[in-house]
């Protein structure tokens, strides 16, 4: 396995339901962030995580809740979400070396709200 | 402020023409500038990167030099192809933080 991993793929989840996103890394990386991409919205990043710490919110509701238990996995944990939470989410790791940051993106998982 | 401005698509384009997206930035000090493509479901790949003035990022055709002088990163590719179609972004980081710029969607038909 390798680069940046995201299960699962598609889901599909009404409001009342508690579900989560995985992410893994396998580039030794040292910092992991989870990305929002909604349709003809840029980009948004939605938290980062460096060295397993919590070092950005970016104003995201309580109903999202990041989990990062070690250097290598990243999760997202879902719960009474809103049909406007549909969206495809991103994944991504990066070594913060103060170099390029080059960050390396996993495939997504493609969320829908009912 | 740390800001990516890239040219509102999409782009329609025949096989082989020559393929321009313009890409501007905004930033204080010497970011790296990164050019990303996503493919049709899939997640965002990096095709090139450039981390400092007069650099050229370069990878399956595509190139992008960085200029400081007039704050831009354009990609070129001299010959599309119908597997290029996708959605491409550009990009600066600045302390491990990652400014996107709305993408571009390209289409190339044969």
């Known amino acids: 396995e390798t680069g940046v991993t995201q299960t699962p793929r598609h889901l599909v989840m009404g409001m009342t339901n508690k579900k989560s996103l995985k992410c893994e890394q396998h580039l030794g990386h040292n910092a992991m962030y989870w990305y929002k991409q909604s349709a003809k919205k840029p980009l948004e990043l939605m938290f980062v995580?460096?060295?397993?710490?919590?070092?950005e919110n970016n104003s995201v509701p309580s109903r999202f809740s990041p989990e990062c238990p070690n250097s290598s996995h990243l999760f997202l944990h879902l719960h009474t979400l809103q049909p406007e939470d549909s969206a495809l989410y991103l994944c991504a790791s990066s070594q913060l070396s103060g170099g390029t940051d080059t960050q390396y993106f996993g495939p997504g998982t493609r969320l829908t709200v009912l | 402020g740390n800001s990516v401005t890239q040219m509102e698509g999409p782009v329609t384009l025949s096989e082989e023409a020559f393929l321009t997206i313009n890409c501007t930035y905004t930033?204080?000090?010497?970011?790296?500038l990164f050019w990303y493509v996503q493919y049709p479901g899939e997640g965002l790949q990096l095709l090139l990167k450039?981390?400092?003035?007069?650099d050229k990022g370069s990878n399956k055709g595509f190139e992008a030099t960085y200029r400081k002088e007039t704050t831009s990163f354009h990609l070129e590719k001299g010959s599309v192809q119908v597997s290029d179609s996708a959605v491409y972004f550009c990009a600066r980081s600045t302390l491990g933080r990652l400014y996107f710029g709305r993408g571009t969607q390209l289409t190339v038909w044969p």
């Open positions: 930033a204080t000090g010497y970011p790296s």
């Open positions: 995580y460096s060295l397993e710490e919590r070092v």
């Open positions: 450039a981390t400092k003035a007069d």
